[in-house]
């Protein structure tokens, strides 16, 4: 029926169909589709820069706007990842710059990014709208000087925890007088910024809408930016200090009439350093918040905390440190009817977190909070009961992600494994997506999982399991999986090689400190030559006597079309 | 492992026993895991030494723990699991924390000369004030939201920055330690006027 009509047509029909997923199966109904569905699509998702190629990415999708790719495996992001592994974004840029594309924007993720890609990507697109690096690395401020100078359109640039060489150039200052296209600017990870040309910045960009500010922003300055953008909906502060002297309590008189203009304010981050007696001056705004990011907001703690909370009655989405405590998570459950998302990060990253939060404060938000779907807790315990309320009481999580900071402690009530608390779970929650678990587990938690969690994407795992069958309860119950890794679990070769082929539909599989050995991945790299079966090694025993009979220490393997990497570091093996 | 430990606290071991943590780090209370499904392969020629839980023999868990265990538990690599770009954040803070010494003076009414103490060196207010009560050979009195401190004639006061004098312990340890500027140990009338205000 549908080949009766244009291809204009088609295409149009086509243009309602934005996921990405979506889009792919569209592409895979006949050929007529493939072919209109690849000529209109503008924009593409590449989950591992790895798996393709840039030239096989041009060369199906002509038209392509917008880029999105990822580099390292997520376990990078914990230091799991030596230095030099890989993820570089400059084959793709080069591609890009030499062909014909159109490219607007780009997002990258976990990737290497140096100054060079940054000045190539800025000279090669004339329409370039919007760059958003996330954890990258590998450029300085110069890097984002030529973004500045030479991206004329400019509207967005976002740089989200990347480490950042800052040099002292006024990279800021390169943004000509006539840049008025911005609409978001973030560059709250860096440690320097050149104040006044912030201001004129602001100042002539009226569409601004999103502005997240560093460190080195004071409050005085924060109010003459407002003063200049109350079109403000996104605002993330820098440093929230005043002293209590008199010029200071103009500056505060102020800040507090210009945050009164401020009525579109919905989200708000930063306080990176704060004076607690300041933030009266944001409460007239708390009240229409959505998503309130006090993650890093080490100084905002007891009832300043609750105090501002009480306030955000509208929040859906609530990160937050776990100085909050089971108290303060009891205030939020009774104020914060709205609450979809929470992520309590620990206040004490390296430490057994005194402070930390416990299961009385989650089952407390879980009793107040039923739309919550999105959990990140990093807490001090938990038990098998709360998790069972949690789950009767909200059946909805997308992506349940719980760190006990001691990984193997079990419920400290009944000394039992954590298996029956996330099988509730899992169980309860049927449109799960993303599982991370923690705590004293068994294989029966794993036994759960492949039973229930039948829309599982992601799945993180460390120090759980007792065999083998942990693993493949897993491999072989979830059908949609796409994301596995793990660390220090006892699985080995009898799982790792039982079902080859699961591999080719998922993205990746990463195993570390597990009880896989070389001769379980050659074997299974031999099977699966559309596997890149990688192993990284940082001792020097592999290589001079390496045995198949040596377990592993990291392996990493990932689907892909275009065969083993040729920028691979001499300490990443890949298998063939 | 537990054993082992117990055994090694009775030979003091433990003063000799050489750790991979920083110097100067407190060793944190919980024990490492012994739970921990370590799969970190122990050298081949200790695997047979090492490998019974059961082992007794001081000496060879000695060598284990040296070479085996993991150190202390903040150092087990990747955990838990939060981005290098938070760690480092948190980091300088903490750093720049703990290097410094935080040192105030404390006057005591009626005595002749004023102290110095070092506010880090304690977790609290239960060990700030006895320490206080062993340096000027005073006790406190009990304390309350409500009536500040009740049965002494004592009062621990100090001043903020903010320059106001204020009630120890009505603020969270961690606000206290980072805006109090001196102490003063007030006593008589003063105190008692103190310990009903509002």
């Known amino acids: 029926m549908m080949n009766y009509f244009p291809d204009e047509v088609l295409e149009h029909v086509f243009d309602f169909v934005t996921s990405h997923r979506d889009r792919n199966a569209v592409s895979l109904v006949c050929k007529l589709w493939y072919r209109v569905e690849r000529y209109s699509r503008q924009r593409v998702f590449i989950g591992n820069c790895y798996a393709i190629s840039p030239e096989r990415l041009i060369a199906r999708f002509p038209g392509v706007k917008s ?14 990842v030596p230095q030099d592994w890989g993820g570089y974004v400059q084959p793709w840029i080069e591609a890009l710059a030499r062909s014909r594309i159109g490219l607007e924007e780009l997002r990258l993720k976990r990737m290497v990014v140096s100054d060079e890609s940054l000045d190539v990507l800025s000279r090669s697109f004339t329409n370039f709208k919007s760059l958003v690096l996330v954890s990258c690395e590998g450029f300085t401020t110069d890097g984002l000087a030529a973004i500045a100078a030479n991206c004329r359109f400019l509207r967005e640039l976002d740089l989200q925890e990347n480490e950042i060489e800052e040099k002292k150039n006024h990279w800021l200052g390169c943004f000509p007088d006539s840049c008025t296209s911005l609409v978001s600017l973030n560059f709250a990870c860096l440690k320097e910024i050149n104040l006044a040309a912030l201001e ?3 100042a002539r960009n009226p569409n601004l809408k999103s502005l997240k500010l560093n460190r080195a922003v004071p409050l005085e300055a924060l109010q003459r930016i407002l003063m200049r953008a109350p079109q403000l909906v996104d605002l993330g502060t820098g440093s929230f200090v005043l002293d209590r002297d008199s010029d200071d309590s103009e500056t505060y008189r102020k800040l507090r009439t210009t945050i009164l203009k401020c009525r579109s304010i919905r989200n708000l981050s930063g306080f990176l350093e704060v004076a607690p007696h300041c933030l009266p001056a944001i409460y007239p705004i708390c009240v229409n918040l959505t998503y309130l990011n006090l993650s890093y907001a080490a100084g905002i703690h007891g009832s300043e905390l609750i105090k501002l909370i009480r306030l955000c009655g509208k929040l859906q989405r609530l990160w937050i440190l776990d100085c909050i405590g089971d108290k303060g998570l009891e205030i939020v459950a009774s104020t914060c009817k709205d609450l979809q ?16 939060v416990t299961e009385t404060g989650l089952v407390a938000i879980s009793s107040g909070c039923p739309k919550l779907n999105s959990l990140l807790y990093f807490c001090q315990q938990m038990t098998n009961a709360a998790l069972i309320a949690v789950a009767k009481n909200c059946p909805n999580f997308i992506r349940f992600r719980l760190c006990i900071l ?12 954590l298996d029956e608390g996330f099988g509730a779970i899992v169980q309860s929650s049927k449109r799960l997506r993303r599982l991370s678990l923690s705590g004293l587990l068994t294989d029966r938690v794993f036994l759960y999982i492949g039973m229930y969690a039948e829309q599982l994407e992601m799945l993180s795992i460390a120090f759980a399991g007792e065999s083998d069958k942990g693993m493949l309860y897993v491999l072989n119950g979830c059908k949609k999986l796409r994301k596995l890794e793990i660390r220090d679990s006892p699985f080995g070769d009898m799982a790792l090689l039982r079902d080859v082929g699961k591999y080719e539909t998922m993205r990746s599989l990463w195993m570390s ?13 031999k099977k699966m030559p559309r596997l890149n079966v990688e192993i990284i090694n940082e001792n020097d025993q592999m290589e001079f006597a390496p045995e198949d009979s040596q377990k592993v220490e990291k392996m990493y393997l990932y689907r892909t079309l275009v065969g083993p990497r040729k920028d691979a570091p001499e300490f990443v093996w890949t298998l063939v | 492992m537990e054993k082992s430990i117990a055994f090694e606290k009775d030979l003091n071991l433990e003063a000799t026993e050489l750790r991979l943590g920083l110097p100067g780090t407190k060793e944190s209370e919980k024990q490492t895991p012994s739970t921990i499904k370590s799969n970190k392969r122990v050298l081949p020629d200790m695997s047979e030494e090492c490998g019974s839980e059961d082992n007794s023999n001081v000496s060879h868990v000695k060598i284990c723990d040296q070479e085996v265990a993991p150190p202390a538990k903040a150092q087990v690599v990747g955990w838990p699991p939060v981005r290098s770009y938070r760690k480092n954040c948190f980091q300088a803070k903490k750093m720049e924390a703990e290097t410094t010494g935080m040192y105030v003076k404390v006057s005591m009414d009626g005595a002749p000369y004023l102290r110095k103490i070092d506010l880090k060196v304690y977790k609290g207010y239960p060990e700030l004030l006895k320490a206080l009560e062993d340096m000027f050979k005073f006790s406190v009195g009990k304390y309350s939201e409500r009536e500040g401190y009740n049965g002494s004639e004592f009062v621990p006061t100090y001043e903020d920055k903010d320059g106001d004098w204020m009630l120890v312990g009505d603020v969270p340890w961690d606000m206290f330690i980072s805006s109090c500027k001196r102490m003063r140990i007030m006593k008589g009338s003063e105190a008692r006027g103190l310990g009903c205000a509002v």
């Open chain 1, 406 to 417: 001691d990984p193997t402690k079990p419920d400290p009530v009944t000394m039992q494994p």
């Open chain 1, 67 to 80: 880029l999105t790719l990822k580099g390292k495996p997520h376990f990078a992001d914990f230091n799991l």
């Open chain 1, 341 to 356: 998302e929470l992520r309590v990060f620990p206040s004490d990253p390296f430490g057994a977190g005194h402070d930390a």
């Open chain 1, 513 to 525: 400190s597990c009880d896989v050995t070389l001769g379980g991945c050659k074997t299974l790299a």
């Open chain 1, 200 to 202: 004129r910045l602001v």
